[in-house]
C-alpha cells in the first residue's frame, strides 16, 4: 500500500530563514504528489502538486518543492519563512488504484520565531 | 471563488445520539470526501461518494455512514456517537481527474461526551 512518512512532528526555524519540510513516500507506480497547508481554525488549503510535468514544482506563498524518484522524496522549501508561514503542512499521494484518494502524512508544525 | 461549506464549526453531543454534518460545495464536483483529522495521524478518509447516490468506504468507515441525495451536498451521519470519535471532522470536494484539486471545508470540531 502506499504510504506517505513526514519526518519530525514540529519544525521552529527563525523568521528569514530556510524552510525546509520533509515527505517521503512508498509507491510502486508514479504517484501524484500533493504538499497542503492548514492555518489555524481553518481547512486544507493546495500549496502545490507535482504531475509530473516538471521535477521542481512552484507554489504559492513562495513554495516550491522537488520530485526526486531516486530518494522516493518530496521535500517543501522556501527560501525565507514569513511570520504568516506558521501553519501546519501536510503532504499527500494519491492511491494506488489510480483512485482519487488521498493518503496524507501525519502533518508538520511549523513554528516561526521572531 | 471555489466554496465548501460545513454545517457546524463546533458541536458537542452525548454518548448514544445520532449525529448529523453536512458538507455544501458550489463547484458541481463529482467526489466529495469525508475526512477525520486526529494530532499526530493527519487525515485519514473515512467515505467518498463519486456520484449521486454513490459512496465507497475509506480507511476508517466503521461507526459512519453517509447520505448523497444531491450532487452539491454530502452528509456524514453518527449513527451512535461514542467518546472515540471526539475530532475533527473535514469535508472535500473534487473534479473527476484524479490530478485535480481536493478543496476543503472549514472543518467542525466534534466532541462527543
Known amino acids: 500500500a502506499q504510504s506517505v512518512t513526514q519526518l519530525g512532528s514540529h519544525v521552529s526555524v527563525s523568521e528569514g530563514a530556510l524552510v525546509l519540510l520533509r515527505c517521503n513516500y512508498s509507491s510502486s507506480v508514479p504517484p501524484y504528489l500533493f504538499w497542503y497547508v492548514q492555518y489555524p481554525n481553518q481547512g486544507l488549503q493546495l500549496l502545490l502538486k507535482?504531475?509530473?510535468?516538471?521535477?521542481l514544482v512552484k507554489g504559492i506563498n513562495g513554495f516550491e518543492a522537488e520530485f526526486k524518484k531516486s530518494e522516493t522524496s518530496f521535500h517543501l522549501t522556501k527560501p525565507s519563512a514569513h511570520m504568516s508561514d506558521a501553519a501546519e503542512y501536510f503532504c499527500a499521494v494519491t492511491g494506488m488504484d489510480s483512485s482519487y484518494k488521498l493518503i496524507f502524512g501525519s502533518g508538520t508544525r511549523l513554528l516561526v520565531r521572531p | 471563488d471555489v466554496k465548501v461549506t460545513q454545517s457546524s464549526r463546533y458541536l458537542v453531543k452525548r454518548t448514544g445520539e445520532k449525529v448529523f454534518l453536512e458538507c455544501v460545495q458550489d463547484?458541481?464536483?463529482?467526489?466529495m470526501f469525508w475526512y477525520r483529522q486526529d494530532p499526530g495521524l493527519g487525515l485519514r478518509l473515512i467515505y467518498f461518494s463519486y456520484d449521486v447516490k454513490m459512496k465507497e468506504k475509506g480507511d476508517i468507515p466503521e461507526g459512519y455512514s453517509v447520505s448523497r441525495e444531491k450532487k452539491e451536498r454530502f452528509s456524514l451521519i453518527l449513527e451512535s456517537a461514542s467518546t472515540n470519535q471526539t475530532s475533527m471532522y473535514l469535508c472535500?470536494?473534487?473534479?473527476?481527474?484524479?490530478?485535480?484539486?481536493?478543496?476543503f471545508g472549514p472543518g467542525t470540531r466534534l466532541l462527543v461526551l
Open positions: 507535482y504531475t509530473s510535468a516538471a521535477t
Open positions: 463547484m458541481d464536483h463529482e467526489n
Open positions: 472535500a470536494s473534487g473534479g473527476i481527474v484524479q490530478l485535480e484539486t481536493q478543496y
